[in-house]
């Protein structure tokens, strides 16, 4: 199993970015994904899917998740971005196709992708 992110980068506030994970090595779409983020406050659940997409409440409204099976490619596009979505943001599978926000629910990690928002 891989995952591999990109997409992250520098964003001014207000800005938008656009992740990908490319997944390989295991059946995509029979299991959830998410993405988490790694930030001084420590490690947070952002976003998940399975068919219907979850959100952390700090995201709802701005960031919106997607996959496309046929590329076995997760997506986070982040608009509205604010100072304090700057992390490291990982992409996950899920152990099955419940999207959780606990971390040992999820099997497989990508090595993160760098998002930085400031002016």
């Known amino acids: 199993v891989q995952l591999v992110e990109s997409g992250g980068g520098l964003a001014q506030p207000g800005g938008s970015l656009r992740l990908s994970c490319a997944a390989s090595?295991?059946?995509?779409?029979?299991?959830?994904m998410s993405w988490f983020r790694r930030t001084p406050k420590g490690f947070e659940w952002v976003s998940g899917i399975?068919?219907?997409?979850k959100y952390a409440d700090s995201v709802k409204g701005r960031f919106t998740i997607s996959r496309d099976n046929s590329k076995n490619t997760l997506y986070l596009q982040m608009n509205n971005l604010k100072p304090e979505d700057t992390a490291q943001y990982y992409c996950?599978?899920?152990?099955?196709?419940?999207?959780?926000?606990?971390?040992?629910?999820?099997?497989?990690w990508g090595q993160g992708t760098q998002v930085t928002v400031s002016s």
């Open positions: 090595g295991f059946s995509f779409n029979t299991y959830a």
């Open positions: 996950a599978k899920a152990r099955t196709t419940v999207v959780d926000k606990d971390t040992s629910e999820y099997d497989y």
């Open positions: 399975y068919f219907d997409a």
